[in-house]
């Protein structure tokens, strides 16, 4: 008994903890989701790993010009082993020896018992063994070349300027999760609004039938606050299928499992306290510190070491080898026994090449880099313009968003207050229904207007930020 109460306690605690932490839920504020997104981001992953690629092709080019050594091994079998045609007497003996022992015979009446000579007659031979077999080992090393001094340092080069990327990358990133937090949160505030004034829209369509069933008002003020519930019944149905879809856009921008339950725990207003919109409107623009500028900058610098790669190609390459190797044949498969021999090979040398006439070609191989190197300053002006536009536009348009937040939330005030008077009005019965619509409309109006006026103004913010390269 004591025992089954411990497991069940146990079990209870498990749960409650499991609970508790729950994985598929996820809190977050604005600032944690662009954390969240500089580590999970899908374009977060690709910068990353392209910077451990480039890492890895300097480490290649460099192995490139160390110690390469390689085991070479190569068997052959002779199906038909080749057959050498040559001169019968290639291997007798000298002609004037023939002559001598000739001249003997006949001195001594002694018969030369050899076979008569013929100068025509052919032998077929054949050289070599039925198997053959090579082992060795095989070692280069580069002495000199040009390029590859300048393609390492191109590569290197290569290699630092993935962290600008990565920079640029992250800028991009925390621009696009702020923006859809702020769509997430105007989302939820606007189908809020909407279930407001709905609610509102129902009691008073409750109060006036039930003034109209005492004969008070006519069927039309009836009608006409049907007709505004359904409106608004469809107009908050579309919002509320609307704020899922935008957390899913912010889980897909954070790189965060698709299935999971966000919680946003900034408010707007929380965000709204958090604006630097005055501070960022005077802080200077400073091009040379973008990681765009700096992007380009190294490519410009990548292409200068490309023409001098090229012009390196014309000098001299300088490479050194060495060999050892050794060469078994046999009449039979039997390599791998002891007693055979093997017979050794070793050599070493040194290869040299330089080119000496291209016929222009190589000059004129410069200058297509020094053209693609002559492209790569001018896109660097470009971007240069291009990015004091881009602040300049997103200044102004934090100018604009902070006047038009201002007069929208003045203008918002104003129609509440209408809006109140006019429903006092209007349950006291000194005013009509249409009246009433009318300055409830103009309500939803300009709270529709003022959460635009919100989300303009973050928006706005978020794009001087990522302008200036200054995200927190």
Not at 95 to 101: P, R, T, V
Request: aromatic share 10%; net charge negative; with cysteine.
């Amino acid at each position: 008994m004591r025992f089954s109460f411990i497991f069940i306690l146990f079990i209870g605690l498990c749960s409650g903890t499991a609970s508790a932490q729950n994985p598929k839920t996820l809190q977050v504020t604005l600032a944690e989701a662009q954390d969240i997104a500089l580590k999970q981001a899908f374009s977060m992953q690709y910068a990353r790993l392209d910077k451990a690629q480039a890492e890895r092709d300097v480490k290649e080019l460099l192995a490139s010009g160390l110690p390469q050594i390689n085991l070479v091994a190569d068997y052959s079998q002779y199906i038909d082993i080749p057959t050498q045609v040559v001169p019968a007497d290639a291997f007798g003996l000298p002609s004037y020896f023939n002559d001598f022992l000739s001249g003997v015979a006949e001195e001594t009446g002694v018969a030369l018992n050899a076979p008569p000579s013929d100068p025509n007659a052919l032998s077929e031979l054949q050289f070599g063994q039925n198997h053959t077999a090579n082992v060795g080992v095989q070692a280069t090393q580069l002495v000199f070349s040009g390029s590859y001094f300048v393609g390492l340092r191109a590569a290197q080069l290569y290699a630092e300027s993935k962290d600008q990327s990565i920079e640029r990358t992250a800028d991009e990133v925390r621009e696009q999760v702020a923006q859809a937090y702020h769509v997430a949160l105007g989302a939820a505030q606007g189908a809020l609004i909407l279930e407001q004034a709905l609610e509102l829209v129902q009691t008073s369509l409750k109060e006036t039938q039930q003034v109209y069933s005492e004969g008070f008002v006519n069927q039309i003020a009836v009608d006409q606050l049907e007709l505004a519930v359904q409106e608004l019944e469809l107009e908050w149905s579309s919002a509320k299928l609307q704020v899922p879809l935008t957390l899913a856009l912010l889980r897909f921008q954070m790189g965060v499992d698709p299935t999971m339950d966000l919680i946003l725990e900034d408010s707007l207003e929380d965000l709204l306290s958090r604006v630097k919109g005055l501070g960022l409107l005077s802080q200077p623009f400073n091009a040379s510190s973008l990681p765009g500028i700096q992007l380009q900058e190294s490519y410009v610098e990548l292409a200068g070491l490309d023409v001098r790669n090229q012009q390196a190609k014309g000098l001299p390459q300088v490479s050194a080898f060495y060999t050892n190797q050794g060469n078994a044949q046999r009449d039979a498969f039997n390599f791998f026994q002891s007693d055979g021999n093997w017979y050794p090979i070793q050599l070493w040398g040194v290869n040299f090449s330089m080119p000496l006439w291209t016929s222009f070609g190589g000059k004129q191989q410069v200058e297509k880099k020094r053209i693609q190197e002559d492209r790569a300053i001018i896109g660097l002006e470009q971007l240069r313009q291009s990015t004091q536009m881009e602040f300049d536009n997103a200044r102004l348009t934090l100018e604009l968003a902070m006047m038009a937040y201002q007069n929208r939330t003045s203008a918002e005030t104003i129609a509440q207050r209408i809006f109140d008077q006019t429903y006092s009005a209007y349950q006291e019965g000194l005013v009509s229904s249409f009246e009433w619509t009318q300055a409830r409309n103009q309500l939803l109006e300009a709270q529709g207007n003022s959460l635009s006026a919100v989300l303009d103004w973050l928006n706005a913010q978020t794009q001087l930020k990522r302008a200036l390269s200054e995200f927190e």
